[in-house]
């Protein structure tokens, strides 16, 4: 059966997850596009339903996908219906719904990444993209945009499904810290070239505007900066999150 009409109840429990409030409320979170949705399923996230345009392009690694899936879970819809859920200006017939990953705060494993206050999804995204391809597989988030937002998701290239990420406020996620040395992203501190790091820490990554909390700074053991030439005086914060995870950290 195709569902045509986007005050199907199917369809709104879909579109809902493209707002913070109905992922919280399902447990799930919406990803888009062949290469992501394939991603998911490898990276052994549980997929609850995929969602297929009806005029879209039948493809053989998509019945691949299927015969895994139970068939009650999968879905066609027609146009409207499915622009309805698709959060693409160009959609590509096929998304998922998938099941939010556990992960309160916990120690760390090694080497990780704090974002603080970080309110740009995609910004957020980024981060999570270039912690999963430098290793820095825990990434904690104080305070910041959700990173199953779909502008996120889409951001990470599928980094969402191979980092653990844990989010809470300051006060939650400080206890998981315990002990390990924080290094603080500052303009004005010592030359991220120069500075030899410890050998386990957490980059902390602050708010695009205001940069890194109080909080952040006084716990801090260290402070680097990303030298620059007048008359830039920052950086986008995901760039400076990339270069100061490869310069630290990166490990083949």
């Known amino acids: 059966m195709v569902i045509v009409s986007k005050q199907n109840p199917v369809v709104k429990e879909l579109a809902s997850l493209k707002e913070k409030k109905g992922r919280r409320a399902r447990g799930t979170f919406l990803v888009e596009g062949e290469k992501m949705v ?16 009806e005029e879209g392009e039948r493809r053989a690694a998509w019945d691949a996908l299927l015969g895994r899936i139970d068939p009650s879970a999968v879905v066609i819809l027609g146009e409207d219906a499915f622009r309805a859920v698709s959060d693409e200006k160009t959609p590509q017939g096929i998304l998922a719904e998938v099941r939010l990953p556990e992960a309160a705060p916990q120690p760390p494993l090694g080497r990780c990444v704090l974002l603080d206050g970080v309110s740009d999804p995609a910004n957020v995204g980024a981060v999570i993209r270039t912690a999963a391809a430098a290793g820095f597989r825990e990434v904690y988030l104080a305070d910041c945009a959700d990173p199953f937002a779909p502008k996120s998701v889409r951001a990470s290239m599928s980094g969402v499904f191979y980092c653990k990420l844990m989010r809470g406020t300051r006060e939650e996620i400080f206890p998981s810290l315990a002990g390990v040395p924080l290094i603080a992203a500052d303009m004005d501190g010592e030359n991220v070239f120069t500075f030899q790091p ?13 940069g890194l909390s109080e909080e952040i700074r006084k716990r801090a053991a260290y402070t680097v900066g990303i030298p620059m030439q007048d008359p830039v005086e920052s950086l986008n914060a995901a760039v400076s999150a990339g270069i100061m995870m490869y310069l630290l950290g990166y490990k083949k």
């Open 198 to 210: 410890p050998e386990t820490f957490c980059i902390c990554i602050g708010n695009e505007g205001s």
């Open 38 to 53: 394939f991603e998911a399923g490898k990276a052994g996230m549980e997929i609850v339903r995929i969602a297929l345009l």
